[in-house]
């Protein structure tokens, strides 16, 4: 099973911006498509976008035009590039490896261990 290790969570200013990173173990020219997901304290984890292996991306309404995710096949990493960061961003967040059906991404067993995101208003 591909192992994921999150990067680049933090402190930041309401209105800042930080980038997240996510490694995989395995080429991510074998994985159907990855995810960005968070989890808030007291809430479930919620899906925030996905990238497929052909470059397609979809956003949740919360963070659409704000956040950009993106792929360095070379590297084997997803970003999440988040700007105009809002105090309801933080959370921890955790990448996924999965697959795409029907438009929708489906999330497998293969998890990160997160990373902190905390945005002070």
């Known amino acids: 099973q591909v192992q994921l290790v999150e990067s680049g969570g933090g402190l930041v200013q309401a209105g800042g911006s930080l980038r997240l990173s996510c490694e995989a173990s395995?080429?991510?020219?074998?994985?159907?498509?990855m995810a960005w997901y968070r989890q808030a304290p007291g809430k479930e984890r919620e899906l925030v976008a996905f990238i497929s292996l052909f470059g397609r991306t979809n956003y949740s309404d919360s963070v659409k035009g704000r956040f950009s995710i993106s792929r360095d096949s070379a590297k084997s990493t997803v970003y999440l590039q988040m700007n105009s960061l809002k105090a309801e961003d933080t959370a921890v967040y955790y990448c996924n490896a999965g697959s795409i059906y029907s438009g929708n991404f489906r999330n497998s067993s293969a998890w990160g261990q997160g990373t902190q995101v905390t945005v002070a208003s």
């Open positions: 395995t080429s991510i020219f074998s994985i159907n498509a």
